[in-house]
């Protein structure tokens, strides 16, 4: 890869591109943000109550499920919803091993054992053709990943769902508002579980999560285990957990929730200018971008390239941080070779398209607030590391068909 360094052929100013700007989205929303919390402080109620349940009516309506039910976490709500499923030592669950540590740890931490199949090296999403073979005797749940903002493939899932008798748990934590089919991430199983840690595309003020469902006798459960399984005052008819939401997220959450689709549709335009700029700049044949299944709505939590034709992701990484473009590696270690997860017993080349995402990708700025500069910064840097820019790339003009709609300040 080349390291030049030189100035822009056409003197066009390099900015410095921060990952996520969550301060920028705070100065847009800061006075109903500040009365929501207000509120919170003058009624003194911090736990669970009507701004909670408020939350979760305003939540279930957007995901278009019967119920929602606020908890602690993303995590939590995975280990909540496996809970209420009775899965537990003894059990296996099928999941990816190309995802964020907590889908397998939830699964352990109830006793089960994640059992992890492939990726497809276009979507980065399980391998739903090899999720059959891996099933067993002991086989009780499979747990899909919307990873980074796109649907899993859910029909294959929902047959094998109904052959073998398995529960599935959406793990829709990088995926609100995405859908699948014209229906919404959590509803597309069983359980939907959603994270509303801060770079979430709806994020809190500290961590919170939620379970979407439409099973009624599954949601009164999931509302006993997150207070300590507690049937009545001090009357424990199981053991459970400590894992509410705040009125103080639930209030901030709520207020974020009718931003959310604006927001979105900011990161899906990005991802347009990006799709244009890769291709402006001639870098197909060393950039993969993200491949979007026809008809779906990615909601673009993450963008995320692959670098390919023989460029190294980490020099790449390094150069674009040397010149102030914020990047980040979902995720440099696949989860079965994890230290944590070595009694799994599994070994290095096993799942290699996952061990190959783990060496290749890089995921960039799309947060909405990003600029049309800023963009194509971005995509200028990586030209400039890897040879690409030359005095035939003038910057992108756009043309006003190709701009998208200007959003509102
Ligand atoms: C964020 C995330 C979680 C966990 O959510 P927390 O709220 O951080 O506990 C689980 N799975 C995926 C795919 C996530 O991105």
């Known amino acids: 890869m080349s390291k030049l360094k030189a100035a822009d052929p056409h003197g066009f100013p390099f900015e410095p591109v ?3 700007d969550l301060v920028g989205q705070f100065r847009q929303i800061e006075a109903p943000v500040m009365d929501a919390v207000r509120r919170v402080f003058e009624q003194q109620a911090f736990v669970l109550g009507d701004e909670v349940s408020e939350f979760e009516c305003d939540l279930a309506e957007y995901c278009d499920s019967r119920d929602a039910i606020g908890c602690a976490s993303g995590t939590d709500a995975l280990v909540l919803a496996l809970m209420a499923m009775d899965i537990g ?17 939830a699964i352990c931490r109830v006793g089960a054992k994640p059992v992890f199949v492939d990726i497809d090296p276009n979507s980065y999403l399980m391998r739903v053709d090899q999720v059959e073979a891996a ?60 994270s509303f840690f801060p770079t979430k595309n709806l994020g809190g003020a500290g961590d919170g999560g939620a379970i979407t469902t439409d099973d009624s006798e599954l949601a009164r459960r999931i509302r006993r285990l997150r207070v300590h399984g507690e049937s009545g005052q001090y009357q ?24 959310l689709d604006e927001w979105t549709e900011g990161r899906r335009e990005n991802a347009q ?19 979007v299944a026809e008809g779906e709505r990615h909601i673009f939590n993450q963008f995320t390239i692959r670098v390919t034709g023989g460029h190294q992701r980490d020099e ?15 995720y440099p270690v696949p989860l079965h070779l994890q230290d944590c997860f070595k009694s799994l017993g599994y070994q290095q080349g096993e799942f290699p398209e996952a061990e190959a995402a783990a060496n290749n990708v890089i995921a960039l700025p799309i947060f909405p607030e990003l600029s049309g500069s800023q963009l194509e910064s971005v995509v200028r840097t990586i030209a400039r590391c890897v040879g690409h820019l030359n005095t035939s790339h003038s910057p992108k003009t756009w043309s006003s068909e190709s701009l998208p709609l200007q959003r509102a300040a």
């Open 89 to 105: 030592p003894g059990d296996e669950v099928i999941t990816s091993p190309f995802t964020f540590f907590a889908t397998a740890s």
């Open 135 to 194: 099933v067993t005797g002991k086989t009780r749940a499979i747990i899909p990943v919307h990873l980074f903002g796109q649907c899993a493939d859910m029909k294959p899932l929902w047959q094998l769902s109904v052959k073998h008798g398995l529960a599935i748990i959406e793990d829709a934590c990088q995926a609100i508002g995405a859908t699948y089919k014209g229906r919404r991430a959590g509803v597309l199983g069983h359980v939907g579980c959603f």
């Open 273 to 291: 200018r990006y799709f244009e700029l890769f291709e402006h700049y001639g870098l197909e044949d060393c950039i993969q971008v993200p491949i």
């Open 236 to 259: 424990h008819s199981e053991v459970g957990l400590n894992s509410r939401l705040d009125a103080l997220q639930a209030a901030v959450l709520r207020t974020k929730l009718g931003y």
């Open 18 to 20: 921060p990952f996520v």
């Open 316 to 330: 790449l990484l390094q150069e674009m941080r040397a010149n102030n473009v914020g990047c980040s590696v979902y």
